[in-house]
């Protein structure tokens, strides 16, 4: 499986963004989908995941602002950013799995195939 994420850039606070994965080598109907970013020196941490039949789960901090959503036909994961904050300055990667946990879905090392991420940088 092949991810390319695109349409980051920048955006002043306060603003709004949408994410872009799309797959290619296999259909993603039957994998979860996710996404997450890594801001300079920190961690890969969770944002948000999409499991096969549409459940949605959110990592704190986005909850309420993020909405990830999938379109099978198409191959694609996306991911609809709101009321941006400099705080969500960072890398973002896209990641799919055929089998996982719902409770391991945060954990960067339970998902298989990553994308090669796109910047995203909140400021005025």
């Known amino acids: 499986v092949q991810l390319q994420a695109s349409g980051g850039g920048l955006v002043q606070p306060g603003g709004s963004l949408s994410l872009s994965c799309a797959a290619s080598?296999?259909?993603?109907?039957?994998?979860?989908m996710a996404w997450f970013r890594q801001a300079p020196g920190k961690e890969r941490t969770f944002v948000a995941a999409?499991?096969?039949?549409?459940?949605?789960y959110y990592g704190d901090s986005v909850k309420g602002r993020f909405t990830i959503s999938r379109d099978n036909a198409k191959n694609t994961v996306y991911l609809q950013m709101n009321t941006l904050k400099p705080e969500d300055t960072a890398v973002y990667y896209c990641?799919?799995?055929?089998?996982?946990?719902?409770?391991?879905?945060?954990?960067?090392?339970?998902?298989?195939?990553w994308g090669q991420g796109t910047q995203v940088t909140v400021s005025s």
């Open positions: 999409i499991t096969w039949n549409e459940e949605k």
């Open positions: 080598g296999r259909t993603l109907r039957n994998y979860a």
């Open positions: 990641t799919a799995a055929e089998h996982i946990w719902i409770n391991l879905l945060s954990r960067a090392d339970e998902w298989d195939h």
